[in-house]
């Protein structure tokens, strides 16, 4: 058997287990996991710096060396986050009442884990706590194949998560790190359709392209991030200012930071000498359309078909349109499926936006900073899915469960 065929295997056989334990047993051990995580982060510092380094030395993006990045803060997040997720409702084993059928039988439906849960992704060692916590609460086994930026950090989280796995004598196959970052393993793990019941990929397009067009298992897309704000004719433009700072400056390197600005035309005189003298003063690159380049020093300007870049950095796509309509076909053309935002006063326009947008998360005058699972309340996420089936949007708990049908009578035959 090869090391990949061992390790998804042994992460089913443990996911049975698993999803027999109550939420008392669950938590119990996630309280473990986030103080092994906190009475280990030297350790995981220790390894983050190698994988740091390793990172410098291949000239990674800075957007990629933020998300590396492990401190003290960070680790204390993640722990908390745990800790989250303990208070969280469990969603395994609720019930919910489908009715009874003319003939006496009574139909029901319980919610339960997937089973066994493939996270592959790039320069994110929180995903290695985030996921291991949130699939063990949901009853899953996880399989973590991060990239080999992130990997002895990876290890040495996972370590944490293990010892408090073996206190309560479970299997630390429930939480597993794939060891070797070689690309031929990442193919083998792809076709595990015997052992894995979900992929999800987090990263850049590349990478999820890769694990879209070679898996055999089920693939929940956590695209891009593509976001806009559009600034509508009827926007208070302090409050639309607030949102474009926030959502492009706060923190640049994430899948829910602005990466696009929509303005309609009427009150773009008004509104982007603002944004550009705020814009200015944060060291934010402009890329703009003709029509908006001029209110801008040293704008390039961009062509029709040059929208749509995900940058990850201090730079924002700028563009004038001439209508609502207009504004939604060019968020259709050139977005993700992630967040999309609209400031405007008029609840009319607001509430149009929101039904006619194709985005897993659509905000009125909030900014796209709010779209993750800790800030819509779901706890921690496991990532965004920009895809439906079956979940869209911040992937928490619930999205990692399913449900069966739960039939009861007493002795009916079908004639």
């Given amino acids: 058997m090869s090391l990949i065929t061992d390790i998804s295997s042994q992460a089913a056989t443990a996911a049975k287990k698993l999803a027999l334990l109550s939420t008392e047993e669950k938590n119990a051990v996630l309280t473990d996991m986030a103080k092994g995580i906190r009475e280990n982060s030297e350790a995981i510092i220790t390894a983050n710096e190698a994988d740091l380094a390793a990172a410098r030395d291949n000239q990674l993006s800075d957007a990629m060396i933020d998300r590396l990045t492990l401190n003290q803060a960070r680790i204390e997040s993640m722990a908390e986050g745990i800790e989250t997720i303990i208070q969280l409702d469990d969603p395994v084993g609720a019930l919910r009442d489908m009715g009874v059928r003319p003939n006496g039988i009574k139909i029901s439906k319980m919610r339960v884990p997937l089973g066994v849960v ?22 899953n086994g996880v399989i973590l194949r991060g990239g080999k930026e992130a990997l002895y950090s990876s290890l040495e989280i996972a370590k944490a998560m293990h010892k408090a796995l073996e206190k309560h004598g479970l299997p630390t196959a429930l939480v597993s790190v794939i060891p070797d970052p070689d690309r031929g393993l990442l193919m083998e793990l792809m076709q595990q359709k015997d052992y894995i019941d979900l992929i999800i990929p987090r990263g850049g397009e590349g990478l999820i392209n890769f694990v879209t067009q070679n898996s055999t298992v089920p693939v929940i897309q956590h695209f891009k991030g593509v976001c806009h704000l559009y600034i509508d004719k009827d926007a208070d433009l302090d409050k639309a200012l607030a949102l474009l700072l926030n959502g492009k400056t706060q923190r640049t390197g994430v899948c829910n930071a602005l990466e696009g600005l929509i303005v309609h035309q009427d009150i773009a005189a008004d509104f982007l000498p603002k944004a550009a003298a705020a814009l200015a003063e944060k060291g934010v690159k402009i890329n703009a359309c003709k029509q908006s ?34 504004a939604l076909a060019h968020i259709d053309r050139f977005g993700s499926h992630h967040t999309e935002v609209i400031c405007t006063e008029n609840q009319a ?32 996420e496991i990532g965004i899915a920009t895809t439906k089936l079956h979940a869209y949007g911040p992937m928490g708990l619930e999205s990692l469960t399913t449900e069966k049908f739960l039939v009861n009578g007493e002795g009916q035959v079908r004639e």
């Fill in 118 to 139: 493939c996270m592959i992704y790039e320069a994110r060692p929180n995903v290695t706590a985030d996921a291991g916590a949130l699939c063990f609460k949901s009853g």
């Fill in 293 to 326: 380049a001029d209110y801008f020093e040293h704008a390039v300007v961009l062509n029709e078909d040059e929208f749509g870049e995900e940058y990850l950095s201090l730079e924002i796509a700028i563009r004038q349109v001439a209508d609502f309509d207009a």
């Fill in 349 to 380: 326009t607001a509430a149009l936006f929101q039904r006619g947008v194709d985005a897993s998360v659509v905000m009125v005058n909030a900014s796209s900073r709010f779209s993750d699972g800790s800030a819509l309340g779901l706890g921690a």
